[in-house]
Nanobody
Framework: VQLQASGGGLAQAGDSLRLSCTTSGSIFRIATMGWYRQAPGNQRDLVARITSGGSAVYEDSVKGRFTISRDNVKNAVYLQMNRLKPEDTAVYYC????????WGQGTLVTVSS
């Protein structure tokens, strides 16, 4: 399984970015998908995840600002990030959760104040 993340970049506080993560294969539709982030010197933490049925959970600091969604036809999971803050700066990773975890390569989000 290969996951391809994209959409990161440089943003200013208050801006929006949309991350995408795509993969091939029909197995996507049964997997729980997640977005994680890792800031320099920190561990990799959950940002949001979404089940195959579309149920989503969010880390407290992003509730009301970020939205995770998925398209089971396009084999894609998205993270819409609104009202970005400098503390959102991190490398963002997508993860597919099946019998084991599969990670994408990460995409850097930098938010300036």
């Amino acid at each position: 399984v290969q996951l391809q993340a994209s959409g990161g970049g440089l943003a200013q506080a208050g801006d929006s970015l949309r991350l995408s993560c795509t993969t091939s294969g029909s197995i996507f539709r049964i997997a729980t998908m997640g977005w994680y982030r890792q800031a320099p010197g920190n561990q990799r933490d959950l940002v949001a995840r979404i089940t195959s049925g579309g149920s989503a959970v969010y880390e407290d600091s992003v509730k009301g600002r970020f939205t995770i969604s998925r398209d089971n036809v396009k084999n894609a999971v998205y993270l819409q990030m609104n009202r970005l803050k400098p503390e959102d700066t991190a490398v963002y990773y997508c993860k597919m959760m099946l019998d084991r975890d599969y990670w994408g390569q990460g995409t850097l989000v930098t938010v300036s104040s």
